[in-house]
C-alpha cells in the first residue's frame, strides 16, 4: 500500500500537534533529548513500577520528578521491528510489505526522526544496539552526527588495556563523552540503546553467562530470594493452545526457567543487569549536571518490548499477553511544572508515539506519514479529550516459529488472532481478568463484542497496509511442551542418541580465557606455565545438565592435572571462568587421584579411585567397597566416561571403573548444573579433550534414598584433602 495512504491511517483520538502547552517552556533554546532505550524489560522489574526487590534509585528518581506510563504498550513484541518502528514512525506492517513484512522498505525509512532533528537544528547521536533490518546498503551512520553500534556477543568486551567492559557502560560513556564535547550554542538529542536485559541466548550458563550483569550491579541480590513467577501455575500453561505450547516461548522456558535454582539464579543476574542499567543513568546524570545541560534536557526511559520470565511457563516476549506487550515508559521534562511531577498517567501509549514526541519537542513538524501521536500534552498533564481509547497489536516475525497474529487493546478488552493457526482467536476482559486467564472468545454472551473487535480488528488491518501473504513454509514446532530431557530441547542427538559438544575447529559453544585455552590438533588444548594462581576452566556454554553420560577422549602430558566439571556453578565472584562442583579428575601422575569423585571449593574428596561410597545426608562420604585400581599412561589418549543418574555418580576410564557414589546429602548435592574442563595449578602441563559426546538422560530419574542403601557399621570415611595427623584414622561409620 502507498505510504500516502497509510499516512491517512491514525489510531483513534489524533489530535494535531500544535495544541496549545500549559507548561512552562520560556527556554529560548529547544530542549536536548536523551533517550535511554532498554531490551526485554517489562514495566515489573523497575521499583517505580512496584518490584519489591530490584534497586533503581535513578529510574525511580525519574519517575519522581517526571511522569510514569501506566499503560505503555509496543505495538509488536519483537527486537527489531519495535526499533525500527521508533526509528521510522510507522508499525511494522506499514513499512515492511505483505511479502516480506519484517524488512523495511527504503522509502519508509529513507527520513528517520533523527534526519528531521538534525534538519532542526539538532546535533544527534546514537549509541549501542541497532538491530533494525534495513534495506541492502543502508548506512545507519548517515542518520546520526555520532554512531557507534554497540551490541553483545559478548557483553565483556575487551579494552585496549586489556580489561574488561561492559557495552551498558560503554553505551553511556560514550555517552558522556558526546554531551562533554557538545557545542552550548545548539541543541542535542542522543540514543543510548542498551542490549541489556536481553539474554546471552547462546550462552545458557546461568546467571554470569546468560545474563551477564556490568561490574557495577556485583553481588547485589545474593542472598535474595526471588519470588516465583505470578503466573507459574502448570494449569495456566496447559490451558494454551498447542500452537502456543509448542513455541519457542516454551523452548528458551527450558533455557532459562524451568528448574527453581536456574530461576533464582537467572533472576538475581537480571536484576543485576536492570541495576547495572539504573547505576550507568545515575553516572550520565552526574554529567549532565555538571555540564550544565540537567535543566533543559529531557530525559526518557522505555524497553523495546516486555518479557515473559517464568510466567504462564513461557520466555522471551512474541505472543500477545501483558507480559510481552506492555513496557515501561518515564518522561522527565525538567520544565514541566512541580505540581504536574511526579504523576502517574493512564492514556494509552504506544512506542510508535515516541518519534512523534520527539519531533514535538523539537518544534519540527510531525510528517503526516507518522501513525503515533506526540506524548507531549500528556507529559504536561493535559491529555486531550480526544486520545485514543485503543490500541493496535501484531506479530509477524519468524512466522515459521512464532506465531503470527493481530488484534486490538483497550482498557475493557483485548481481542488477538492468531491467522496463521486457523484464525484462533481470544478475548479478555482485562478489567475483570487482568491476568488473561479465561478466553471469551467462545461465550455467547460476549459475542457482540468479539464481533465489534473482530471488525475493527479487520478495518485497522485495511488501513495499515492489508492482510500478509499466506506462510509460505510450513510452521515448525521449537519443543514438545514437556520433553523429556529439558537440555536436549534445542539440539539433534545422533541415532545413538549422543549430541557432538565439540566441532574439532574451534571453541564455538564453550567460553573460557583464550590464554589458557585453544584447539590445537583437532582437540581442545589446555596449557599452563607452571605459574597458575587459581583453577582455569572451560565452560560449555549450550545449556545446563542434569542427567546424562558423557563421553570424551582424554590425553595429559606427565605431571599433569586436570578434570571434567559437571552439574557445576559459575562463580564470577571469583573469577569470570571459574566453576565449582563435582568434578572427575583427570591426573597424571597418581593413580589414586586419577578419575575420582571431587567436588571444587565444596565437600573436596568425595571418592578416591577405587572406591565405592555412599555420601551420608550429613555429607560425610563412606567407603562401602572397592574396585581395583589401575594406572593409565600419561601422554596417550584414554575414554572417560561420566554416568549420572539422578544421585548416583560413576566413572570410568577406558572401560574401567574408577568411582562409583551414590550422594545422599540433599543440602550439599547438586543436581543441575554446567558442563566444564580445568586447567590445574602445578606443574607446567596440557590437556586435550577431543571427541566430546553426551547423552541427555531423562530429567525425572528418581533419587537413590537413604532406606535402599544403607551404610554398612564397618564402612570407613574416606580420607580428606589436606596434611592429616600421622596418628589419623578413618571414623567407622557404626562407631560414630
Keep these: 500500500m502507498p505510504l500516502s495512504r497509510i499516512a491517512l491511517v491514525l489510531l483513534v483520538g489524533f489530535f494535531t500537534a500544535g495544541r496549545a502547552m500549559a507548561v512552562n517552556e520560556s527556554s529560548k533554546q529547544p530542549p536536548n533529548i536523551v533517550f535511554f532505550f532498554a531490551d526485554d524489560q517489562t514495566t515489573s522489574t523497575l521499583g517505580c513500577y512496584g518490584n519489591p526487590i530490584v534497586q533503581t534509585p535513578n529510574i525511580d528518581s525519574m519517575a519522581r520528578r517526571g511522569v510514569r506510563f501506566e499503560n505503555m504498550f509496543v505495538s509488536q513484541a519483537i527486537c527489531w521491528v519495535s526499533r525500527t518502528t521508533i526509528l521510522s514512525g510507522l508499525v511494522g506492517r506499514s513499512y515492511g510489505t505483505a511479502r516480506s513484512p519484517e524488512d523495511a522498505r527504503a522509502d519508509a525509512v529513507q527520513t528517520l526522526y533523527s534526519d528531521i532533528l538534525r534538519q532542526n537544528g539538532y546535533r544527534t547521536g546514537y549509541f549501542g544496539k541497532w538491530h533494525a533490518k534495513m534495506p541492502q546498503g543502508y ?56 542490549n541489556a536485559c536481553h539474554a546471552e541466548d547462546g550462552d545458557r550458563r546461568p546467571g554470569i553467562g546468560h545474563f551477564p550483569w556490568p561490574e557495577s550491579a556485583n553481588g547485589m541480590y545474593e542472598d535474595v530470594a526471588i519470588y516465583p513467577p505470578p503466573l507459574n501455575d502448570p494449569a ?180 488477538v488472532r492468531y491467522f496463521d493457526h486457523g484464525n484462533h482467536e481470544f478475548l479478555h476482559d482485562l478489567q475483570n481478568d487482568p491476568s488473561e486467564l479465561i478466553n471469551l472468545a467462545g461465550d455467547p454472551k460476549y459475542a457482540q463484542t468479539l464481533a465489534e473487535m473482530r471488525q475493527r480488528t479487520t478495518q485497522q488491518v485495511a488501513e495499515y497496509g492489508g492482510p500478509l501473504d499466506p506462510l509460505n513454509a510450513k510452521f515448525s514446532a521449537s519443543t514438545p511442551p514437556h520433553p523429556v530431557a529439558s537440555a536436549a530441547v534445542t539440539v539433534s ?15 564455538n559453544g564453550w567460553e573460557g580465557d583464550p590464554k589458557y585455552w585453544s584447539v590445537k590438533d583437532g582437540a581442545i588444548t589446555g596449557v599452563t606455565d607452571g605459574s597458575l594462581k587459581m583453577n582455569r576452566f572451560l565452560t560449555w556454554k549450550g545449556s545446563t545438565i542434569q542427567n546424562f553420560d558423557l563421553r570424551v577422549k582424554v590425553k595429559v602430558s606427565a605431571g599433569g592435572n586436570s578434570g571434567l566439571q559437571y552439574r557445576g556453578t559459575s562463580r564470577p565472584d ?94 550439599g548435592r547438586s543436581l543441575e548444573g554446567v558442563l566444564a574442563v580445568q586447567v590445574h595449578v602445578g606443574p607446567a602441563m596440557q590437556i586435550q579433550y577431543k571427541d566430546f559426546m553426551i547423552k541427555h538422560l531423562p530429567d525425572e530419574l528418581p ?32 562407631q560414630q
Design 493 to 507: 542427538p545422533g541415532k545413538d542418541g549422543f549430541v557432538n559438544l565439540f566441532n574439532g575447529k574451534n571453541l
Design 574 to 667: 571469583i573469577g569470570l571462568d571459574v566453576v565449582t562442583g563435582y568434578q572427575c579428575d583427570v591426573v597424571a601422575d597418581n593413580p589414586n587421584y586419577n578419575g575420582m569423585l571431587y567436588e571444587e571449593r565444596g565437600r573436596r574428596i568425595l571418592s578416591h579411585t577405587g572406591e565405592k561410597v555412599i555420601v551420608a545426608p550429613n555429607g560425610q562420604p563412606w567407603i562401602v567397597g572397592h574396585f581395583p585400581v589401575k594406572e593409565f599412561e600419561p601422554d596417550q589418549w584414554h575414554d572417560f566416561r561420566v554416568l549420572v543418574q539422578g544421585n548416583h555418580h560413576q566413572h570410568w576410564i577406558d572401560g574401567h571403573p574408577t568411582a562409583d557414589l551414590i550422594d545422599l546429602d540433599a543440602a
Design 703 to 734: 533419587l537413590k534414598t537413604a532406606e535402599q542403601h544403607q551404610i554398612p557399621a564397618d564402612a570407613v570415611g574416606v580420607r580428606p584433602q589436606g596434611r592429616l595427623p600421622k596418628d589419623w584414622k578413618p571414623p567407622v561409620y557404626g
Design 236 to 415: 495456566i500453561f496447559e490451558a494454551l493452545p498447542e500452537f502456543l505450547k509448542t513455541t519457542i516461548n516454551r523452548e528458551r522456558f527450558f533455557w532459562r526457567w524451568n528448574t527453581d535454582a536456574k530461576y533464582q539464579t537467572n533472576m538475581r543476574a537480571y536484576f543485576r543487569m536492570v541495576s547495572g542499567i539504573d547505576n550507568a543513568i545515575g553516572r550520565f546524570i552526574d554529567e549532565l549536571q555538571k555540564a550544565g545541560l540537567a535543566d533543559n534536557t529531557i530525559i526518557v526511559y522505555s524497553a523495546d518490548n516486555g518479557y515473559y520470565m517464568g510466567n504462564r511457563g513461557l520466555a522471551g516476549k512474541w505472543s500477545h499477553y501483558e507480559e510481552a506487550l506492555r513496557v515501561p515508559l518515564i518522561i522527565m521534562d525538567p520544565r514541566v511544572p512541580k505540581s504536574e511531577q511526579g504523576k502517574v498517567t493512564d492514556a494509552l501509549a504506544l512506542n510508535v508515539d515516541l518519534p512523534a514526541t520527539f519531533l514535538d519537542w523539537s518544534g519540527a513538524s510531525i510528517p503526516q506519514r507518522y501513525q503515533g501521536h506526540s506524548l507531549r500534552a500528556v507529559v504536561n498533564g493535559n491529555t486531550p479529550d480526544d486520545w485514543r481509547k485503543e490500541t493496535f497489536h501484531e506479530h509477524f516475525a519468524v512466522r515459521n516459529r512464532i506465531p503470527a497474529f493481530e488484534g486490538l487493546r483497550n482498557q475493557q478488552f483485548k481481542y
Design 139 to 194: 548506512k545507519q551512520q548517515d542518520h546520526f552526527d555520532e554512531f557507534e553500534a554497540i551490541g553483545r556477543n559478548p557483553y565483556y568486551k575487551r579494552q585496549p588495556d586489556g580489561s574488561l567492559r561492559h557495552e551498558t557502560d560503554l553505551i553511556v560513556d560514550r555517552g558522556i563523552e558526546f554531551i562533554q564535547n557538545h557545542p552550548k550554542d545548539k541543541p542535542f538529542a542522543l540514543n543510548m540503546w542498551f
